[in-house]
């Protein structure tokens, strides 16, 4: 399925202007304003391939992963913090937001077994064990013990989570919407509003605080991001 290129997501990477449309999303753990499909990526960033059927053929190689698993699937979405990885060239990218949308960032193959997630949810279930739903879609199983808002550091493809990082005063941010995005902050105070109202939080960045909506932050770490999560000025 494909879309025109000028009714893309604004996160799509690509020339507007040229060819008159260009691949679409499938449903998936991203939506489709968050995401990219797998082959803009190989075409239209990383231009490894020139054609829907260079695409396909590399991604039927079974050498492409996304977050540690195979992907075949040229409309696979690709969304905040997934790991892409080229088993053949051992290279390893991740994906990054910056002012414009989202864009590629290199990473180590040490790095590429990580993956960063927000709790969006708690669940409880029978026996008191605790279901936490994550930014990617992604559930897990675990020990009381998380908040909302707050970051683990999973470990991909397995989903054992190797750090739990809390969203509280002196927290590092990152800008994941808005004019801000791909900027680094210090979380300072939260607040709780009332009715459907989004929750608040003040955070600092270069010396200027302001208020925003807490969705807008997604804890990156305690002193310094646990992940590379590219340059806060780009």
């Known amino acids: 399925m494909v879309q025109k290129r000028l009714s893309a997501p604004k996160v799509y990477p690509i020339q507007r202007k040229g060819k008159k449309f260009v691949i679409s999303t499938r449903p998936g753990p991203h939506s489709k304003e968050t995401s990219i499909p797998l082959g803009v990526i190989l075409r239209d960033v990383l231009g490894y391939a020139k054609t829907m059927k260079e695409i396909k053929m590399i991604l039927n190689t079974g050498q492409v992963m996304v977050d540690g698993r195979v992907r075949k699937d040229h409309r696979y979405p690709v969304g905040l913090f997934d790991v892409l990885g080229f088993k053949n060239m051992n290279k390893y990218y991740r ?113 200027k605080e302001m208020e925003v909506d807490e969705n807008l932050i997604f804890i990156v770490g305690e002193k310094k991001p646990v992940i590379t999560v590219g340059e806060q000025n780009e």
Request: charged letters at 30%; glycine letters at 10%.
């Open 95 to 207: 994906m990054v937001p910056f002012r414009k949308g989202f864009k590629l960032v290199e990473v180590k193959k040490s790095e590429s077994g990580t993956k960063l997630c927000r709790i969006e949810n708690k669940t409880v279930l029978k026996g008191g064990k605790i279901q936490l739903n994550l930014s990617d879609g992604k559930n897990i199983i675990v020990e009381d013990g998380f908040s909302t808002k707050d970051s683990v550091l999973l470990q991909i493809p397995d989903l054992k989570v190797k750090q739990h990082i809390p969203r509280k005063k002196g927290s590092l941010g990152l800008f994941i919407r808005g004019v801000n995005r791909g900027r680094i902050c210090t979380v300072k105070d939260f607040r709780k509003t009332r009715g459907p109202s989004p929750n608040l939080v003040t955070v600092d960045m270069d010396g």
